[in-house]
Protein backbone atom coordinates (compact mmCIF):
# COMPACT_ATOMS: atom_id res chain seq x y z
CA UNK A 1 0.00 0.00 0.00
CA UNK A 2 1.60 3.81 -1.09
CA UNK A 3 1.49 6.13 1.39
CA UNK A 4 2.22 9.76 0.68
CA UNK A 5 4.50 11.02 3.66
CA UNK A 6 4.11 15.15 3.89
CA UNK A 7 6.23 17.45 5.88
CA UNK A 8 4.02 20.37 7.56
CA UNK A 9 3.78 22.83 4.89
CA UNK A 10 2.55 19.93 2.82
CA UNK A 11 5.41 19.14 0.34
CA UNK A 12 5.68 15.62 -0.85
CA UNK A 13 8.53 14.32 0.19
CA UNK A 14 8.04 10.41 -1.53
CA UNK A 15 8.68 12.41 -5.23
CA UNK A 16 5.84 10.68 -6.37
CA UNK A 17 3.43 12.87 -8.20
CA UNK A 18 -0.08 12.66 -7.21
CA UNK A 19 -4.02 13.80 -7.26
CA UNK A 20 -3.59 16.99 -4.62
CA UNK A 21 -0.14 17.99 -6.27
CA UNK A 22 -1.93 17.95 -10.28
CA UNK A 23 -5.22 19.74 -8.43
CA UNK A 24 -2.89 22.51 -6.99
CA UNK A 25 -0.96 22.84 -10.27
CA UNK A 26 -4.06 23.23 -11.72
CA UNK A 27 -5.00 25.96 -9.48
CA UNK A 28 -2.00 27.49 -10.02
CA UNK A 29 -1.43 27.61 -13.31
CA UNK A 30 -4.09 25.96 -14.93
CA UNK A 31 -2.36 23.50 -16.37
CA UNK A 32 -0.96 20.02 -16.02
CA UNK A 33 1.78 18.94 -18.44
CA UNK A 34 1.52 15.28 -20.16
CA UNK A 35 4.58 14.12 -18.02
CA UNK A 36 2.92 14.88 -14.80
CA UNK A 37 -0.52 13.61 -15.91
CA UNK A 38 2.14 9.93 -16.82
CA UNK A 39 3.44 9.94 -13.71
CA UNK A 40 -0.16 9.48 -11.72
CA UNK A 41 -1.24 6.29 -10.51
CA UNK A 42 -4.79 5.32 -12.49
CA UNK A 43 -6.09 5.60 -9.44
CA UNK A 44 -4.90 9.28 -9.18
CA UNK A 45 -5.94 9.32 -12.90
CA UNK A 46 -9.32 8.52 -12.62
CA UNK A 47 -9.71 10.78 -9.86
CA UNK A 48 -8.74 13.73 -11.48
CA UNK A 49 -11.02 13.46 -14.21
CA UNK A 50 -13.77 12.49 -12.22
CA UNK A 51 -13.03 15.99 -10.28
CA UNK A 52 -12.49 17.95 -13.61
CA UNK A 53 -15.83 16.84 -14.72
CA UNK A 54 -17.73 17.54 -12.13
CA UNK A 55 -15.92 20.66 -11.51
CA UNK A 56 -16.75 21.53 -15.70
CA UNK A 57 -20.26 21.28 -14.88
CA UNK A 58 -20.62 22.96 -11.26
CA UNK A 59 -17.73 24.82 -10.53
CA UNK A 60 -18.16 27.54 -13.10
CA UNK A 61 -14.86 26.83 -14.35
CA UNK A 62 -12.95 28.70 -11.14
CA UNK A 63 -10.32 26.65 -10.38
CA UNK A 64 -10.95 27.73 -6.30
CA UNK A 65 -13.82 25.05 -6.60
CA UNK A 66 -11.34 22.16 -7.40
CA UNK A 67 -11.32 20.00 -4.16
CA UNK A 68 -7.88 19.29 -3.29
CA UNK A 69 -9.07 15.55 -1.89
CA UNK A 70 -10.62 12.84 -4.11
CA UNK A 71 -14.24 12.76 -3.93
CA UNK A 72 -16.55 9.45 -2.83
CA UNK A 73 -14.69 6.26 -4.23
CA UNK A 74 -15.22 5.76 -8.44
CA UNK A 75 -15.63 2.07 -8.90
CA UNK A 76 -12.95 0.75 -11.49
CA UNK A 77 -13.16 -1.80 -13.67
CA UNK A 78 -10.29 -3.50 -15.22
CA UNK A 79 -11.03 -5.60 -18.86
Do not use: H
Not at 3 to 30: C, H, K, R, V, W
Not at 41 to 69: H, M, P, V
Amino acid sequence: MKTNALFSNGFNITNQYDYSMAIQDLQNDGFISLDNIQKLSCTDLQYLCEEIKFWCIYGNQDARNLNLRPRAAIPFTVF
